[in-house]
């Protein structure tokens, strides 16, 4: 079993930071690709960002258009964590923000693809 547990959101004023965490735990033989996705009411989950496993440059980064220049998505392979840090905050980042991540549990490199629970990020005007 996997899982995936996600941190670090609220509330904050506009232009305002907050820095969300990801851990996975559970049967971990090595970890792919990692991002964050977020969710605004009654629409579809969109991605913001997400962080390939590079070992010799630390990951290529990806970012929707709406966030580049504000998130800085990074990950700590030694921990299994990925990091959104977000500045610049705006009223329109408001949403439920989702980890996930592909993971192997065994050295075949069978990949399963897993979400946190997701956490709720609240930025007011």
């Known amino acids: 079993q996997v899982q995936l547990v996600e941190s670090g959101g609220g509330l904050v004023q506009a232009g305002g930071s907050l820095r969300l965490s990801c851990v996975a735990s559970g049967s971990i033989f090595s970890i792919d690709n990692m991002g964050w996705y977020r969710q605004f009411p009654g629409k579809q989950r969109e991605r913001v960002a997400r962080i390939t496993n590079d070992f010799t440059s630390g990951g290529s980064t990806f970012y929707a258009d709406s966030v580049k220049g504000r998130f800085t998505i990074s990950r700590d392979n030694a921990k299994n964590t990925v990091y959104l840090q977000m500045n610049s905050l705006k009223p329109e980042d408001t949403a439920v923000y989702y980890c996930?991540?592909?993971?192997?549990?065994?050295?075949?490199?069978?990949?399963?693809?897993?979400w946190g629970q997701g956490t709720q990020v609240t930025v007011s005007s």
């Open positions: 996930n991540a592909d993971i192997s549990s065994d050295y075949l490199h069978n990949v399963n693809n897993y």
